[in-house]
């Protein structure tokens, strides 16, 4: 990944700072969905003091670079996680909670739309509702 990260870098004449490896080595390390406000404290904790700003442009090279997949979903902040395969998320509307779930049947999907003329290169699916916590906690309080 930092191979790619560098020559990405290099294709497009930008220097190779210890910050926007940091910050791809943080990507790394987590696991699932994270966003601009955990990579900002983890850097912190590591003595690396990084605006915010500089971690948006540098995950938008990684979005770039095909490192990392920028995920809009209807929060108030854009989540990332790193690009790998084709999932769907639940998202939860009280809580925030996202669980990655694999939908059967929606990569048949992706086979039509090839026949359309339309190249799919991953899917990446949301749905929003509540999720089995947030439902419990309801039900307790009723
Ligand atoms: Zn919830
Ligand atoms: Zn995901």
New binding site residues.
Partial sequence: MEKKFIEFLKSRRLKKTPERLEILHCCLECKGHFDVDILYNILDSRGYHVSKATIYSSLDLLAEAGIVRKLLFDTHQAKYEIAGTSHSHLI?T??G?IVELNIEGLDLIMDKLQLCGFIPNYLSTCIYG??K??TEKMRSLQ
Avoid: F, G, T, Y
Wanted: hydrophobic share 0%.
């Fill in positions: 939860c009280q809580c909670e509540r999720c916590n947030c």
